[in-house]
Structures are given as structure tokens and as C-alpha cells.
């Protein structure tokens, strides 16, 4: 009987243990951002700039307790970072349709 109360107290205390707030998700898509070249277009810089922010705040509401809105902030900087990562890569593309075009009238204006 005693060592049923001790397993129930275990399971019990490792039920009310604190979970880690996991971050590697959010981290691994800021870090696909920069790859992308975040750095160099300003709105996904912002962007990039904003998921960080976020992903701070969500540590810090975390280590308060405040776990529903640790989640909720840190949704939102995987969001921004997510957004980093599509303007950075739209930039690219452009670039290379327009150098693309740029090709193409030169092709034409020699005919």
C-alpha cells in the first residue's frame, strides 16, 4: 500500500512539473531567415527583427508562469519569422525575373 502512495505522489509531482517552452522550431525558421538574406530586405528584416522580440517576450512570460501566453507570443514569433523567410526568398525572385527581363530585351533590342 505504501509504495502504491509513493508511485501515485510520483506520478502526481511529475504531472505538475514545469514543461520547458519549445523554442527550436522558432529559432530554426529565424535561423532559415537570415540564410535567406532577411538582413538585406527591410521589411523581412523587420520582420526577423519582430520574431526575435517575441521570442524573448515568450521566454519571459514563460519564467513568469504565464504559460498560455508564452504559447500564444511564441506562435506569433514563429509567424514573423515565417514571414521573414517568404519576403526575403520574394526578394530574390524578383531579382532574378528582373535581371531575367533585362536579358530578354537585350535579346530583342538586337533584332
Given at each position: 500500500?505504501?509504495?502504491?502512495?509513493?508511485?501515485?505522489?510520483?506520478?502526481?509531482?511529475?504531472?505538475?512539473?514545469?514543461?520547458e517552452l519549445t523554442?527550436e522550431?522558432?529559432?530554426s525558421?529565424?535561423?532559415?531567415?537570415e540564410a535567406a538574406?532577411?538582413?538585406?530586405?527591410?521589411?523581412?528584416?523587420?520582420?526577423?527583427?519582430?520574431?526575435?522580440e517575441?521570442?524573448?517576450?515568450?521566454?519571459?512570460?514563460y519564467?513568469?508562469?504565464?504559460?498560455?501566453?508564452?504559447?500564444?507570443?511564441?506562435?506569433?514569433a514563429?509567424?514573423?519569422?515565417e514571414?521573414?523567410v517568404?519576403?526575403?526568398?520574394?526578394?530574390?525572385e524578383?531579382s532574378l525575373?528582373?535581371?531575367?527581363m533585362e536579358?530578354?530585351?537585350?535579346?530583342?533590342?538586337?533584332h
Amino acid at each position: 500500500m505504501q509504495r502504491l502512495i509513493l508511485l501515485l505522489c510520483a506520478i502526481a509531482a511529475a504531472g505538475c512539473a514545469k514543461k520547458e517552452l519549445t523554442t527550436e522550431s522558432t529559432t530554426s525558421t529565424q535561423r532559415a531567415a537570415e540564410a535567406a538574406g532577411a538582413a538585406d530586405v527591410p521589411q523581412a528584416a523587420l520582420a526577423l527583427q519582430l520574431s526575435q522580440e517575441h521570442l524573448e517576450h515568450a521566454k519571459e512570460l514563460y519564467d513568469d508562469g504565464k504559460e498560455d501566453e508564452a504559447k500564444s507570443m511564441l506562435m506569433r514569433a514563429e509567424s514573423d519569422a515565417e514571414l521573414a523567410v517568404v519576403l526575403a526568398k520574394a526578394e530574390d525572385e524578383k531579382s532574378l525575373a528582373n535581371t531575367a527581363m533585362e536579358n530578354v530585351r537585350k535579346v530583342q533590342s538586337e533584332h
